[in-house]
């Protein structure tokens, strides 16, 4: 029987360690890009491009879980998702968008740049928090926008937040019949970015392409772990070939190829099936050092271009040591941020909960 009981196996463990890698990952590789583009390979794929995959990867297999292992209660439905996930994706993107319009501000008034200028405007604002920077659909001359000012990171939260609301509202109107004339217009608005991104792309080089098809292999991940009988050590080598067989396939500026996809999903499921029978984390040192890289994960992901980009367009330095400092720098900003905004979402969706539904029992946890 599947379970992500830390108290049982290490899954929940190296989901966060692979989240937290995720996001250093971008990280790291923009900062290459910005300051040591030197370093880049010609031949290894572009590692911000690799991370980006992984949390598509886990979000599709986290999120069936969630919903699947939820809905097993009578009184978890749409909204109650719904309320999670705004309090989950909230509690981390207001703050950064104060960081990112304050920074940015600053840099159009030292510099006067105007790439970012052009980004850096309220209605682009607005349109960021209603999540349309990532919007592919029939009304692309009013409803797509790009991301706000130098935060260009924020185009794969458009996406992820339009395939959530897309596939809950799907599966409640499956296991909840009666939520169905609610849902429809739902899954109609929600559903238009999600489908084109099976097998469209974001950009006309091919980046992003088929992000809600590498979503749905971490979301199949989950019903093959209910069945699975895949031991430690064969899980483990399907993991380790998976990955394998991914470094040595990606070209540089070639990572979204859907030919590239199983071999992420592999090595999605080894790791996962490989955790499920043992304990790998023995340590409560090392656990506590993965749970606090893991809880500022998605504030970093969030400012660490625009703090990046100021960085390069004041400062006439680069090299190895504002290289460095970058990273330095994005992960403390992440880290405060992480502080006052993502690490306390359970009790902002428990709070959001009782407002909105004060006669509402249902525990909320995410």
Request: proline content about 5%; hydrophobic content about 50%.
């Amino acid at each position: 029987m599947f379970s992500l009981n830390r108290s049982e196996n290490d899954t929940s463990v190296a989901l966060d360690l692979l989240r937290a890698l995720a996001a250093e990952m971008v990280c790291v590789g923009h900062a290459i890009s910005f300051f040591v583009p030197q370093w880049r390979s010609v031949r290894l794929a572009y590692m911000q491009n690799v991370g980006v995959l992984l949390f598509f990867l886990i979000s599709g297999f986290l999120i069936t879980y969630t919903l699947v292992a939820r809905s097993q209660n009578p009184g978890y439905d749409f909204r109650q998702f719904l309320i999670e996930r705004f309090a989950r994706i909230y509690s981390g993107l207001i703050p950064a968008l104060v960081i990112i319009a304050a920074i940015d501000a600053i840099t159009i008034y030292l510099t006067g740049d105007p790439v970012i200028s052009r980004y850096f405007t309220f209605k682009t604002l607005v349109a960021n928090i209603f999540m349309l920077e990532g919007y592919r659909g029939i009304l692309p001359n009013l409803l797509q926008w790009s991301a706000f000012g130098s935060a260009s990171p924020l185009w794969t939260l458009g996406i992820e937040w339009h395939i959530y609301l897309f596939v809950a509202s799907l599966f409640f109107m499956a296991v909840r019949p009666k939520s169905i004339p609610i849902l429809i217009p739902v899954a109609l608005f929600f559903g238009q970015t999600p489908v084109y991104f099976l097998f469209g792309s974001y950009q006309p080089d091919g980046v992003g392409r088929g992000l809600f098809t590498l979503w749905l292999c971490g979301a199949l991940v989950y019903p093959a772990m209910r069945f699975r009988v895949t031991g430690f050590f064969p899980a483990v080598a399907l993991g380790v070939g998976g990955a394998a067989g991914f470094i040595l396939l990606a070209p540089a500026g070639g990572e979204y190829d859907f030919r590239l996809y199983p071999f992420l999903m592999a090595a999605f499921f080894g790791l996962v099936a490989a955790t499920q029978s043992t304990h790998l984390f023995k340590s409560p040192k090392v656990k506590s050092s993965i749970s606090f890289f893991a809880d500022y994960s998605f504030s970093l992901y969030l400012v660490h271009h625009t703090i990046m980009y100021a960085i390069w367009t004041i400062s006439p330095s680069r090299g190895v040591w504002v290289f460095a400092i970058a990273i330095l720098i994005s992960n403390l900003v992440a880290i405060g941020l992480a502080g006052i905004g993502e690490k306390h979402h359970r009790k902002f969706a428990r709070a959001l909960n009782h407002r909105i539904f004060p006669g509402t029992r249902q525990p909320l946890t995410t």
